[in-house]
């Protein structure tokens, strides 16, 4: 058998550099690698170790190539089918393949290489006078190590630099060697466990044999639990072991996510007549795989039937992946999720911690744990045989990445159930134009709920015209209807919601006399008035200063303040009801682990009588007791610069409305507005979706947006303003010139490029570049190649121009 070779995909590549590389693999490991093992291989001239990710092993190969120098997993960490959705997404997404293929291992089982360093093997001159004192300090430290030393502990032991002279000798003379060791992150989590040694016959203290004795009845027992039943101390046990009466070993145990519990048990749910029909339509869906879209009006009891539909899937032995797209939505889901399914769940979510989504990766990747529940990072959970992805809420933006690889979790979801020839389920009260469209193609099969579950009812909803209210123009907050009916609510004993989609006090300040707006130095936004710290502090980067009425523009003391956010709808809420108490939810008031959880689950017990908060608090939440929500400054996202303004605030606002008299109390809600007389806030007010699609597809077809076109955004990024504008017109003369010698069969319109939305951020300049095309092999072709060229540019190198695919915001 000849030599063998490696396929592997390199850690920290650049795009335009990107593809995967052939190495050598010795002999000694070819009967330990396997593909989705990871590997330390050298890279470059300089040949710097980097991680590597193989993805195939075969006998092709050319003569010299490099050799891989050692092997980093003890078993494959990703499956052939993950590895090949990283080569899916390396072309759909213009990310490299590490990039992709890092996504589906969690952080802390990833690599980091570090410089460290040992004694040399045959080293034994240990004459105190050859060396400094430095050098000598350092010998010592590596030979009672007896293995290797990462470099920042030899540093700050020994008060040294890498340029250290003394240190550098004792390199170049060959008595310290360097070396490079892998090191994961996270640590597995182990308890110290004891077990007694049967027949052992010699002789122990009367405490000893207490203690012995009670090991002989339990078989095993951890360190702690031992100590803490005998009143024993840690030192009867070593006796114990040194004595032979006793051995440790370790086992491995989770550290398992903290969920929130009910003080009462979720009581069991049965279907109605229209959810048992819609549940027997997808179980016949499940037998062919493809997508489904479950419609149903919000309280209409669209997871009742999801629930029942995982329940059949794990009695066929399928795996299960459940989405959500909040962390605020995960605990509730969890729960019920729990009670039907216990110890099967995992959970998947940015809230954990690291050895938290450690350990529930390792029981989904072992097979322990079959239904995995969590937010978009779900999608690349590493189950076996998988029969169902469920997407819960599907038109909302967090599904979509704002970060390299910018993925659109629903896309991977829809290739990995094309691929396991599983069923892939979007469920929404408000579903996206793109994927009604689908439907009413007949590309997704069509599923629908019309009525709410049981005995309640959709909400009545009134539109409250602020212009009455504030007519000296002035911006109001809470309107005299809205604070009547949030008196009556209270006296009732109900509980209300208010949406306000602005967190702070006060959202902006300008100036009386020059009339400037504060704005951030690093961002191109006005900063926001926070009362809880008495600051103004920029929303983006988190830059911030103290209060102040002077105007940083002309010096005078004539800042005034506009615009309300939640803390100030909070102040104004304990006004109007003084005995109330007042729940605020935005990311300033739950910004510490847990507490969102805490707060919610306070809510659903009764502890606070009213909930103001963002949109966190509009979508997914199921509390029995609300009658009333209240949506204050309902215009703000319906004229922004968007094509998807519209659809959002529709969705925004039907989403709120449904959380109101989902029990057995009938539901009101009070939509303030500055323009009560736009379509999109009536129909919102009626909860009529298909009104609304039948508007919103006609003026996207006139206009030629999605679904009728894909859009790719090139963004560009630099700390040059005038360069940043210049790489986006340099791109757009490659794009041109590229599409008409090489492409001119693609049908494309391009946009000329202009500032982003919010032109500064962090300090950077930001362009957009807009394509309406059909995203189809020989187009994303076309665009990898005119990425890669660009990045060549030498006069553009300070410009990092990326690739952004049918973004949910336009920059």
């Not at 590309?443 to 504030?470: C, S, W």
């Not at 506009?562 to 003084?578: D, F, M």
């Not at 703000?636 to 989403?655: K, M, P, V, W």
Request: hydrophobic share 40%.
């Amino acid at each position: 058998m000849g030599p063998l070779f490696i396929q592997v995909a390199v850690e920290n590549t650049v795009y335009h550099f990107d593809r995967l590389f052939t190495y050598a693999l010795p002999a000694e490991l070819e009967q330990v690698v396997v593909p989705g093992m990871r590997v330390m291989a050298p890279f470059g001239t300089a040949n710097k170790e980097r991680v590597a990710m193989v993805f195939s092993i075969g006998s092709t190969g050319a003569p010299g190539v490099k050799p891989v120098l050692a092997a980093l997993d003890r078993e494959a960490v990703v499956s052939p089918e993950m590895l090949e959705l990283a080569l899916w997404m390396h072309e759909r997404y213009y990310c490299t393949i590490f990039e992709a293929v890092r996504l589906m291992i969690p952080a802390g089982l990833q690599f980091r290489l570090k410089d460290s360093y040992v004694l040399e093997a045959g080293f034994k001159n240990f004459d105190r006078e050859c060396f400094t004192e430095i050098q000598w300090r350092i010998l010592l430290q590596l030979h009672t190590a007896g293995r290797s030393v990462p470099f920042e502990k030899l540093a700050k032991e020994n008060g040294i630099t890498e340029s250290c002279p003394d240190f550098a000798a004792l390199l170049e003379k060959g008595i310290v060697c360097k070396v490079n060791t892998a090191s994961g992150r996270i640590k597995d989590a182990v308890s110290k466990m004891v077990r007694p040694v049967s027949g052992f016959m010699g002789k122990l203290t009367p405490r000893q044999k207490d203690v012995y004795n009670v090991l002989l009845d339990a078989g095993e027992a951890s360190e702690k639990e031992l100590c803490y039943f005998t009143g024993a101390s840690s030192s009867v046990l070593k006796a114990l072991v040194d004595k032979g009466a006793a051995e440790t070993f370790e086992y491995e145990i989770y550290r398992r996510p903290h969920i929130q519990e009910r003080k009462e048990s979720i009581p069991e749910f049965s279907l109605s007549e229209e959810q048992e029909r819609v549940l027997k339509s997808l179980i016949a869906d499940c037998r062919t795989g493809g997508c489904s879209l479950l419609y149903g009006v919000t309280g209409s009891g669209k997871t009742s039937v999801f629930l029942k539909l995982i329940q059949f899937m794990r009695s066929q032995g399928k795996a299960v992946i459940a989405m959500v797209p909040e962390i605020s939505l995960t605990a509730q889901t969890i729960r019920q999720f729990q009670q039907l399914f216990g110890d099967e769940i995992a959970v998947f979510h940015s809230g954990l911690s690291l050895g938290e989504r450690l350990d529930e990766w390792k029981r989904v990747h072992r097979g322990e744990a079959q239904i995995v529940v969590g937010t978009r990072s779900a999608v690349f959970a590493p189950v076996q045989n998988l029969g169902l992805i469920v997407i819960d809420e599907e038109q909302e933006h967090t599904y979509q990445s704002e970060s390299s690889p910018r993925y659109d979790a629903r896309e991977v979801a829809r290739y990995r159930c094309y691929k396991a020839k599983a069923l892939c389920l979007l469920s929404s009260a408000t579903p996206s134009v793109e994927s009604c469209r689908m439907a009413q193609e007949k590309k997704y099969r069509f599923h629908q709920l019309t009525a709410r579950f049981g005995e309640a009812q959709i909400p009545n909803v009134e539109l409250i015209d602020m212009n009455e209210e504030t007519p000296d123009g002035t911006e109001g907050g809470i309107s005299s209807p809205l604070a009547q009916a949030l008196r009556g609510n209270y006296e009732a004993g109900h509980q209300s919601i208010i949406l306000l989609n602005r967190r702070g006090y006060h959202t902006f300040a300008s100036c009386r006399s020059c009339h400037e707006v504060v704005t951030c130095p690093n961002c191109s936004i006005s900063l926001t008035y926070h009362s809880a710290n008495r600051r103004l502090m920029c929303h983006y980067c988190g830059y911030s200063i103290p209060y102040t009425s002077r105007c940083p523009s002309c010096g005078g003391e004539t800042l005034r303040f506009r615009g309300s956010g939640t803390q100030q709808a909070e102040e104004q809420l304990q006004e109007i009801l003084p005995q109330a108490k007042i729940l605020r939810v935005d990311t300033d008031s739950v910004s510490a682990r847990h507490s969102l959880d805490q707060k919610l689950e306070s809510f659903a017990q009764g502890e606070y009588d009213v909930m103001v908060g963002t949109q966190m608090v509009a979508k997914g939440l199921d509390f029995e007791n609300v009658t009333l929500v209240g949506v204050l400054s309902a215009d703000q996202a319906l004229y922004s610069d968007d094509f998807r303004s519209n659809e959002r605030t529709f969705d925004l606002l039907t989403q709120v409305v449904g959380r109101a008299g989902r029990g057995r109390y009938p539901g009101a809600a009070l939509i303030q507005t500055y323009a009560p007389e736009n379509p999109v806030l009536a129909l919102a007010a009626e909860q009529d979706y298909f009104s609304f699609y039948r508007r919103e597809i006609t003026y996207r077809q006139a206009l030629l947006y999605p679904p009728f076109v894909d859009l790719l955004v090139i963004g560009f990024v630099g700390g040059k303003e005038g360069l940043v504008k210049q790489a986006s017109e340099q791109f757009l003369r490659m794009l041109s010139e590229l599409a008409r010698t090489s492409y001119s069969q693609l049908p494309l319109r391009v946009l000329r490029p202009s500032p982003a939305a919010v032109a500064k951020m962090g300090g950077k300049y930001r362009y957009k570049l807009i394509i309406k095309c059909r995203n189809s092999p020989t187009f994303r072709e076309m665009m990898a190649q005119l990425l890669c060229s660009f990045a060549k540019l030498r006069d553009f190198r300070e410009v990092t121009a990326y690739a952004d695919s049918n973004p949910y915001t336009i920059l």
